[in-house]
């Protein structure tokens, strides 16, 4: 993350009247308005039936749905002063504006050291050359000295249309890497613009720029409360990207290098956006990773200079685009993972389990040795603090999250199926006052579904253990993947203590408890620096009680316990939270209603498994009637919705 007085002190300064008239303006909201379902599939409590968005198993929106909770209607809801995006439109008189040099510069430096290492969806060097000619008398006009071909955004055969609006998104996504004052209004800005500028003419063909833009917008879009936006601009990327060849290697021989390269990145740009997305919002992936396209080289890009056709990393220097090479690799196991586990084509067994996390494991044993984030040896080499020393830190970091996450929704269907197994077990206690064991366990079905969920769960731990660690360095990704892993290993935990009050002695409850408290310090320290950010740490809180309620009814058959909770001991503002046990008590009077909720958590379609997909929903909010709370797959966030599945089971 960028922090800069200076950057700051020019924001303040050097912003034109029009700048400083959108700095009160949050965000602009489609005609639609924003969803309560982010674009990293998390929601809010304002998600009602009538939404009828599918968010599939692999979403965190399906994860917390598996939660138990109070069946009380919320008729009202905290809504946000939106203003609207025809009044923000009329505010953008030029499109094609660009804001003070210094700060245009450092939010373009910002985007390339926090953005472009991760996802390089464009050749750095030529765009960088074509943004400076912006500022001189030639302007945007500036002509290659070498025929390169079409390189797309940077390039001569870019439309200043298409230019501009990457480069619009690219100071969106400076705006939520940085510390800039109201950093919000100015991303929506830019954002705003963006929007302008990609009512391009794709729909007849589109070219490789247009690929580019929609690509860096689809990047951005994942940060926004608009999911099903950011699905359609990466869909029509990939759409584009197709028919223009971006997936075969033919006529490879007659186009220079760069264009080649460039091709390569922007085609694996859309298959790894296209499988993040998918996977956030648990839909099927349209696109399926072969290898028929060349892997882009691990060469940076001051290397890779136009006029050249063999281009070779100098020796002693190590690429900031390995990690985009080990990234696609990461990419087609979850393509596989999606594929195997989420939407199997046939019936999935517990051999695509090990196979798959036999995968994963070559993956971590076959890295190139720079981005070895468990190797001492590595971490001491690089431990000068030189610029590209932090830059591979940052990126080993990121790639260690991605690994984790991985086999955490690897896990995650049998850990859902372990819960929902360990509700029905002691609904049958409760309900028949006998002490009987849940006999599921007792099989080897049962014992290695029990294995699995404890994995899931040992990963969920150890994940906002390492996120914590590495934001205290301020060596982390994205803020909105972070608030993604968070939710997920959230809900997770809330999952697993409702396990283990119903009876479960497979998880450690001291590494539960330690893992809650990561988790609540993360959203806090993601909160304070992103408004969007704030409600899902309250979200969450509220879920757990919800889900503490459910289950001390279920156990007492009276109404929900005030026995004192686990939460952190630390307020949504990071302060001592000296009134935890009033807040608790609080929340259990705002539930009165004595229900037997539990009874409609177990109907037949808690027999999810690895056959079954992803279930539909009509909804999410407490606010919800008739819950039909599912324990299976994938992530979701923040809120409860009634959905059905057909029951399947597991076979060996």
């Not at 030529?126 to 500036?142: A, D, H, M, P, V």
């Not at 909105?480 to 203590?497: D, K, P, Q, V």
């Not at 209603?593 to 109907?603: R, Y």
Request: hydrophobic share 40%; proline share 4%; charged share 20%.
């Amino acid at each position: 993350m960028a922090s800069s007085d200076q950057l700051r002190q020019d924001a303040e300064n050097a912003k034109s009247p029009i700048d400083r008239s959108l700095q009160s303006t949050v965000h602009a909201t489609t005609a639609g308005g924003p969803s309560p379902v982010s674009s990293i599939g998390a929601t809010t409590l304002t998600l009602n039936r009538q939404q009828d968005e599918f968010f599939g198993q692999s979403s965190i929106h399906f994860l917390l749905q598996e939660v138990p909770h109070s069946n009380r209607h919320r008729s009202s809801h905290r809504g946000l002063d939106r203003t609207s995006a025809s009044t923000a439109t009329t505010l953008l008189t030029e499109e094609f504006a660009l804001p003070p040099r210094q700060v245009a510069d450092k939010l373009l430096d910002i985007y390339f050291d926090s953005a472009h290492i991760f996802y390089p969806f464009t050749h750095s060097t030529s765009f960088r050359r074509r943004y400076e000619s912006l500022w001189t008398l030639t302007g945007y006009t500036l002509p290659s000295e070498v025929e390169v071909g079409d390189i797309g955004v940077g390039g001569d055969k870019c439309s200043e249309t298409s230019f501009f609006c990457a480069l619009n998104t690219m100071f969106a996504l400076a705006c939520e890497f940085s510390d800039l004052p109201q950093k919000e209004s100015a991303s929506a800005m830019f954002s705003s613009r963006m929007r302008s500028l990609l009512q391009m003419d794709v729909l007849d063909k589109g070219d490789l720029s247009h690929v580019q833009a929609l690509l860096l917008a689809g990047h951005f879009g994942l940060s926004s409360e608009h999911p099903i936006r950011c699905y359609n601009v990466i869909g029509l990327a990939c759409r584009i990207a197709v028919g223009l060849g971006l997936n075969t290697e033919r006529h490879a021989d007659q186009r220079s290098a760069l264009e080649n390269e460039v091709r390569r990145r922007v085609w694996y740009g859309c298959l790894q956006m296209e499988m993040q997305v998918c996977m956030t919002l648990g839909r099927p992936p349209i696109l399926q990773i072969t290898d028929d396209v060349l892997l882009p080289a691990a060469v940076d890009d001051e290397f890779i200079r136009p006029g050249i056709e063999t281009y070779v990393q100098p020796e002693g220097i190590i690429s900031q685009n390995l990690f985009m090479v080990e990234n696609i690799r990461l990419a087609k196991i979850l393509n596989k993972i999606l594929a195997s586990i989420y939407w199997p084509s046939l019936s999935s067994d517990f051999s695509a389990l090990v196979r798959l996390d036999g995968l994963l494991d070559n993956f971590k044993n076959s890295l190139v040795d720079a981005l070895r984030w468990w190797d001492i040896e590595t971490t001491q080499e690089q431990g000068t603090p030189t610029p590209r020393n932090q830059l591979l830190q940052r990126q080993r970091n990121v790639l260690q999250a991605r690994f984790l996450h991985l086999r955490i929704l690897l896990y995650r269907p049998s850990f859902s199926a372990f819960c929902a197994a360990e509700r029905r077990s002691l609904q049958r206690r409760t309900g028949s006052g006998s002490d009987e064991t849940n006999f599921e366990a007792n099989t080897l079905h049962g014992a290695f579904q029990a294995q699995c969920a404890t994995t899931c769960v040992q990963v969920a731990c150890e994940l906002p253990a390492f996120l914590l660690a590495a934001s205290e360095g301020q060596a982390t990704g994205a803020w909105w993947f972070s608030l993604f892993y968070s939710m997920t290993c959230g809900g997770i935990i809330i999952l697993a203590e409702c396990a283990q009050a119903g009876g479960s002695k497979h998880f450690n409850q001291q590494q539960l408890n330690t893992t809650w408290e990561n988790t609540t310090v993360l959203l806090q320290r993601i909160g304070r620096e992103n408004v969007r950010a704030r409600g899902y740490l309250e979200h969450l809180l509220v879920l757990k009680e919800q889900a503490r309620s459910a289950y001390f009814s279920l156990r007492n058959s009276v109404a929900p316990s005030r026995a004192p909770s686990r939460r952190p001991s630390v307020s949504l503002e990071g302060r001592a939270d000296e009134n935890v046990d009033d807040i608790q008590a609080q929340t259990a009077d705002d539930h009165p209603e004595h229900i037997d909720f539990m009874t409609s958590l177990f109907q037949d379609n808690w027999d999810w498994s690895l056959d079954g997909g992803m279930p539909t929903y009509c909804g999410i909010g407490f606010g919800d009637e008739g819950l039909n709370i599912l324990l299976t797959g994938p992530y979701i966030m923040p809120g409860l919705a009634a959905y059905t599945t057909a029951p399947t089971t597991w076979s060996l």
